[in-house]
């Protein structure tokens, strides 16, 4: 289980991370793109930053305690 949190964790990171790269090379916004696509008027690009982050946080504490708080 840890595993895959992990795995799922780093994947949505590293999406947030080339995001956030798109934005300041080139100032293109990939979630509001995808926003803009789906019709959700900042909804989605909301959900999206919230998961990232969470994801973020889960790898922070994973660093501090591994797997420890999931057992």
Aim: some cysteine; hydrophobic content about 60%; overall charge neutral.
């Amino acid at each position: 289980m840890c595993e895959q949190m992990h795995l799922a964790a780093l994947i949505l990171s590293a999406i947030g991370a080339i995001n956030w790269g798109l934005v300041a090379l080139l100032n293109f916004n990939l979630v509001e793109k995808l926003d803009h696509l789906v019709g959700a008027k900042n909804l989605l690009s909301r959900v999206v930053y919230i998961v990232i982050g969470v994801a973020g946080l889960y790898l922070l504490i994973d660093i501090i305690a591994p797997c420890s708080i999931f057992k």
